[in-house]
C-alpha cells in the first residue's frame, strides 16, 4: 500500500502537485520525481511519485487551495474605499464580489468579516485581477504570519475535506 506523501518541513499529508517550472524539475519528472506545495507551510519541495499517495486532482497552477465562503468585507486604499463580499478564500489571496473600481496592482487593506468572530480580520493584498467573475486579491504578507488567517482557513479546509470524503 502507497504511504501518503507529507510535507518535510511541517510533516502534514496536505500536499499537492504542482506544475514544473524549472528545466531542472522538468528532467527530473522523467525519473518520477515531481513538485509538490504543501497547503499548510507553503512549503515547495520536490518528492519522488513512485510508491505515495498524494491528491489525485488535477495539477493546478495554484498555490493554495480555494474554500468557497460568503464573507462580507470592506477595504480602503488611497481614494478608493469599496465593500463586498467574498466568494472564496485561501492561504495566498481570495476573490470577492463588489462594485466598488479598482486596477490590477492597486494595494488595498482589507477588513474581513469572520464568520462567528467580533474583530474583522485585517490583512493587507494588491489586486492580481478584475474580471466578471470578481476582483482578486494576493494577500502581500503570507498567511502564516496572521494567525487569525491561517486558522480560519485551516478549518475551512478540514471541514471541505471531511464533507468530501463522506
Known amino acids: 500500500m502507497a504511504q501518503p506523501l507529507t510535507c518535510p518541513q511541517c510533516g502534514q499529508d496536505k500536499v499537492f502537485r504542482s506544475r514544473c517550472s524549472t528545466l531542472m524539475e522538468r528532467l527530473q519528472a522523467l525519473a518520477c520525481i515531481s513538485p509538490f506545495h504543501c497547503q499548510s507551510c507553503s512549503f515547495r519541495f520536490s518528492a519522488s511519485r513512485l510508491g505515495c499517495s498524494y491528491p489525485g486532482q488535477m495539477i493546478d497552477r495554484r498555490e493554495h487551495l480555494r474554500i468557497p465562503v460568503r464573507l462580507f468585507l470592506s477595504f480602503s486604499g488611497g481614494k478608493v474605499r469599496g465593500e463586498g463580499m467574498v466568494l472564496d478564500i485561501s492561504m495566498g489571496g481570495c476573490i470577492i464580489e463588489s ?31 478584475v474580471s466578471s467573475r470578481g476582483i482578486a486579491f494576493k494577500f502581500l504578507r503570507s498567511a502564516q504570519e496572521n494567525k487569525r488567517l491561517l486558522a480560519f482557513v485551516q478549518t475551512k479546509t478540514e471541514s471541505v475535506g471531511t464533507r468530501s470524503s463522506t
Not at 113 to 126: C, D, G, K, S
Request: cysteine-free.
Open 99 to 129: 462594485q466598488a473600481s479598482v486596477h490590477v496592482d492597486d494595494i488595498f487593506y482589507l477588513q474581513i468579516a469572520l464568520e462567528n468572530e467580533q474583530a474583522p480580520l485585517e490583512v493587507a493584498a494588491m489586486v492580481r485581477s
